[in-house]
């Protein structure tokens, strides 16, 4: 038999949860394509880091993040209304630079593929 703990379940569900708010009832101009890539839970399910990956160039991504957190208290209502928790976890944003990171590690190995392979050649 499986078993997980609570926070699990809350955190996967507020990911979705999340990630439908900020697509489909956000309206603010500054937010752009947003991925909610993760959320660290407290135990006691009181707090919530949801770490986001805006798309664009750097502009677009600062003002993307600056529009969501200025909608943290409109997902955070939102969120409330939609998931059947006592207490709604007080939510804080991060940005998660975890997909420019995999890019740039990608472009190092890759390029030094391409040098082995001249290296090779000669």
């Known amino acids: 038999m499986?078993?997980?703990?609570?926070?699990?379940?809350?955190?996967?569900?507020m990911q979705r949860e999340i990630a439908a708010i900020i697509r489909e009832e956000v309206k603010d101009p500054r937010i752009g394509f947003v991925t909610v890539t993760s959320i660290t839970l407290a135990e006691?399910?009181?707090?919530?880091?949801?770490?986001?990956?805006?798309?664009?160039?750097e502009d677009e991504k600062r003002n993307s993040f600056r529009g969501i957190v200025?909608?943290?208290?409109?997902?955070?209502?939102?969120?409330?209304?939609k998931m059947r928790l006592r207490y709604i976890p007080e939510i804080r944003f991060a940005l998660d630079d975890s997909p420019e990171h995999a890019d740039k590690i990608h472009k190092i190995l890759h390029d030094i593929e391409a040098e082995?392979?001249?290296?090779?050649e000669d």
Not at 2 to 13: A, D
Not at 44 to 57: C, D, E, T, W, Y
Not at 71 to 81: F, H, N, Q, T, V
């Open 70 to 81: 200025s909608a943290s208290k409109y997902i955070r209502s939102r969120l409330g209304k």
């Open 116 to 120: 082995q392979e001249t290296v090779k």
């Open 44 to 57: 006691k399910l009181n707090f919530a880091r949801v770490f986001i990956s805006p798309m664009g160039s």
């Open 2 to 13: 499986y078993s997980f703990k609570r926070s699990e379940r809350v955190k996967e569900t």
